[in-house]
């Protein structure tokens, strides 16, 4: 998220073959790029099945401290406050479609997203 790109998708579950689908997309979408995915610890993140096929570095933070993950700084920023914030959806497809968008518009703004997501001391660390 240095340069502000982002890569998202919306998923039926939160499991380790989404996982391995998320991290396929991110490797079909970025062939030749240098990705550092930062990951929170939970047990889909530490799969021993999770295939990683592109150049990357994998950086775990304690599931105990999301301060420090810059993306849920993202999803508090941009989707919890903005997007989703006092919103009552019809239904699941609603809510779906309306996520949707929202994080295709996340997607674009790459200056947001580097504002809030490229702290220099993880930039500085990650260059060393």
């Not at 903005?82 to 479609?97: M, Q, R, T, W």
């Not at 996340?106 to 993880?122: D, F, G, Y």
Request: one cysteine or more; glycine letters at 4%; aromatic letters at 8%.
């Amino acid at each position: 998220m240095s340069d502000g790109v982002l890569d998202t998708l919306i998923l039926p579950h939160v499991n380790s073959e989404c996982m391995q689908l998320f991290l396929d997309e991110v490797a079909a979408r970025r062939p030749k790029d240098r990705i550092v995915m930062i990951l929170d610890g939970t047990g889909l993140h530490r799969s021993s099945t999770l295939i990683i096929r592109f150049c990357s570095l994998l950086v775990s933070f304690p599931s105990y401290a999301p301060e420090l993950n810059p993306f849920e700084h993202l999803w508090e920023e941009l989707l919890r406050e903005k997007a989703l914030g006092n919103v009552l959806f019809d239904s699941i497809d609603a809510l779906e479609e309306h996520l949707e968008v929202s994080l295709k518009a996340m997607e674009l703004n790459t200056q947001k997203v580097r504002s809030i997501a490229a702290w220099p001391w993880i930039i500085s660390a990650l260059l060393k």
